[in-house]
Nanobody, 116 residues
Framework: QVQLVESGGGLVQPGGSLRLSCEAS????????MGWYRQAPGKQRDMVAR???????KYTDSVKGRFTITRDDAKNTVYLKMNSLTPEDTAVYYC??????????WGQGTQVTVSS
């Protein structure tokens, strides 16, 4: 079993930045692909970014060049640095662990609101 706990969400103005963190209950980065998904009100949950065991990353087109996924193996923590935020980035952000295509474990989510 894996527990994932997100933190770092909040209210930010357009153009601002946030860094989300996701701490895993144990060292899982050698076993799982880590990812971030988001769900905006009234919309489906979509993949934002993921990082493979070897470090390969993938981003959805709308965040390329603005968001960066990284991980700290010593801290069992994966991060999502978000820059140049827009109101369209407003959503609940979820940390995941699983295969490249399929998350198996989900965190509880953290709210990100971009508004002036």
């Amino acid at each position: 079993q894996v527990q994932l706990v997100e933190s770092g969400g909040g209210l930010v103005q357009p153009g601002g930045s946030l860094r989300l963190s996701c701490e895993a209950s144990r060292n899982i980065f050698s076993e799982y692909v880590m990812g971030w998904y988001r769900q905006a009100p009234g919309k489906q949950r979509d993949m934002v970014a993921r990082i493979a065991r070897a470090g390969t990353t993938k981003y959805t087109d709308s965040v390329k060049g603005r968001f960066t996924i990284t991980r700290d193996d010593a801290k069992n923590t994966v991060y999502l640095k978000m820059n140049s935020l827009t109101p369209e980035d407003t959503a609940v952000y979820y940390c995941t662990a699983g295969t490249w295509m399929t998350p198996e474990y989900w965190g509880q989510g953290t709210q990100v609101t971009v508004s002036s």
